[in-house]
């Protein structure tokens, strides 16, 4: 068969791992930012399949088109674990893992690794998020990472540097839970200021603060998502409403093809029933959030988000609002529709102004008299006041979530803004089994079993307003 050199013994002799040791684990933080600041651009950190990487401080990249990946790029739960776990006290301490942003961090990658950012349940620590990637640079790469829990306030977070960060693609992630829904202890999953960024086929599970944030980010791109709850409330699905940092500028941003899926019920569904119960009674309380006042009531004035548009995104489950518009400007909102089971459900919270008028719950929500040069679809219901809708809380129990189903054997209903007797996409709390196919183009739900278990009670104050349901 031939000698230790021969073509046999090459070809079958296991290749040596050169992935990057964990262990000592008391001076790995150190090693991992030696290896990439003392090599070069291009350097390629190889971390070691099911290894976990317990680090005191953030992985920093320090030269263009550097990677920090799993060797052998997987995309299961035997990529490389990266955990948080510096100190906090006084909440404040180590909230990022992975570090982008250097002046000459052009090109770099993050592939295919998981982030546990460690916050278990935790108060929000003052700081960044998960990953911080972005800055003054182009032409990176997010793809393949498993990131949530996060201590700060994102999964996720590309930052737009001085106004010049371009052309990110954040693709193919699986992001979530992130934060919890108890008042001001949200967290986002991803948060995205970087202009001419693509952000498509992410899984955004369980986040509390916002799904997909969109800062702005004029030319952006962000498509082919899938975004819902299991067992906590979720203020907005996808958001549009952040005037700073680019002054309100959604210019070429355009957000289409997205699947956000609202809560639906738990219980054991019966013959010729549409709603049930459900155990965290959980909403998403707008699936898509466009313009300042939706968000932010008066604080920013006058002041609009701009030039955006938003289209053939579609909608299932329990929602206060599938879409609310006000505080807009030459924006187009098109073809947006509910598929399979929804409702619409919500009362005033103890967090809404006493000078605002909160609207009842319905589908497409808008304020004619904030919005100008926009092309709606025709179902928009007009509402006099769409100031700080995500003030509204959830009933406290009943026979209000939409059943769901198995969304592989639906289509598209037309625009409605009302409930749907078809069978629907549905996430049953503690478990989702399989995948999820969605017909819609070439993109689809991947569905798995749940292992975490991160509810927390809504605080008591929104258990003590009427509910409304339209």
Not at 27 to 48: E, F, H, K, M, P
Not at 61 to 86: C, H, K, M, W
Not at 152 to 161: K, P, Q, V
Not at 238 to 266: E, H, K, R
Request: hydrophobic residues 30%; contains cysteine; negative net charge.
């Amino acid at each position: 068969m031939g000698g230790p050199n021969s073509y046999y013994s090459r070809r079958h002799t296991p290749r040596a791992s050169n992935c990057f040791a964990a262990d000592p684990t008391n001076t790995l933080t150190d090693r991992l930012n030696v290896a990439l600041n003392s090599s070069s651009q291009g350097y390629i950190l190889s971390l070691c399949p099911n290894t976990q990487y317990p680090i005191q401080a953030p992985i920093l990249f320090a030269f263009a088109d550097q990677e920090i990946s799993t060797e052998g790029y997987p995309t299961d739960d035997s990529r490389a674990l990266i955990i948080v776990n510096g100190t906090v006290n006084n909440g404040t301490g180590q909230t990022t893992a992975i570090d982008g942003t250097c002046a000459q961090c052009d090109g770099v990658r993050l592939r295919n690794v998981q982030i546990n950012g460690s916050r278990n349940g935790g108060a929000p620590v003052t700081g960044g998020g998960n990953v911080e990637m972005g800055g003054s640079n182009s032409n990176q790469l997010v793809e393949y990472v498993k990131s949530y829990n996060p201590r700060g306030w994102t999964c996720l977070h590309i930052s737009e540097g001085a106004l010049s960060c371009n052309n990110v693609t954040v693709q193919n992630n699986d992001v979530g839970p992130c934060g919890t829904d108890d008042f001001q202890q949200w967290a986002d999953g991803l948060s995205i200021s970087c202009q001419n960024a693509v952000v498509r086929n992410n899984m955004v599970e369980n986040p509390t603060d916002g799904g997909i944030v969109i800062f702005g980010s004029p030319g952006t791109q962000v498509y082919n998502n899938t975004i819902w709850v299991v067992n906590q409330t979720l203020l907005g699905g996808i958001n549009m409403v952040d005037y700073d940092p680019w002054n309100g500028n959604y210019t070429n941003t355009v957000v289409y093809n997205n699947t956000i899926l609202g809560g639906f019920s738990d219980e054991k569904e019966e013959s010729n029933e549409t709603d049930g119960t459900s155990s965290d009674d959980v909403i998403i309380k707008i699936g898509i959030a466009i313009g300042p006042r939706t968000w932010f009531g008066s604080e920013y004035g006058n002041n609009v988000s701009l030039s955006g548009k938003v289209y053939n995104n579609r909608l299932s489950g329990a929602f206060s609002y599938a879409i609310g518009m006000t505080s807009a400007k030459n924006f187009t909102v098109e073809n947006n529709v509910l598929f399979g089971n929804t409702s619409f459900i919500g009362a005033r919270g103890p967090n809404c102004s006493s000078t605002d008028t909160t609207p009842s719950p319905a589908a497409f929500v808008i304020d004619q008299s904030t919005v100008s040069q926009s092309t709606t679809q025709s179902n928009f219901t007009s509402i006099s006041d769409g100031n700080s809708l995500t003030c509204v809380q959830p009933p406290d129990g009943g026979d209000y979530w939409p059943f769901g189903g198995n969304p592989s054997a639906t289509t598209p209903s037309s625009p409605s803004s009302g409930k749907s007797s078809s069978s629907t996409a549905g996430i049953v709390v503690g478990v989702i089994v399989g995948l999820l196919f969605v017909a819609v183009s070439a993109f689809f739900i991947r569905r798995w079993v749940l292992k975490r278990a991160e509810a927390q009670r809504l605080y008591e104050a929104s258990r003590r307003s009427k509910y409304i349901k339209t």
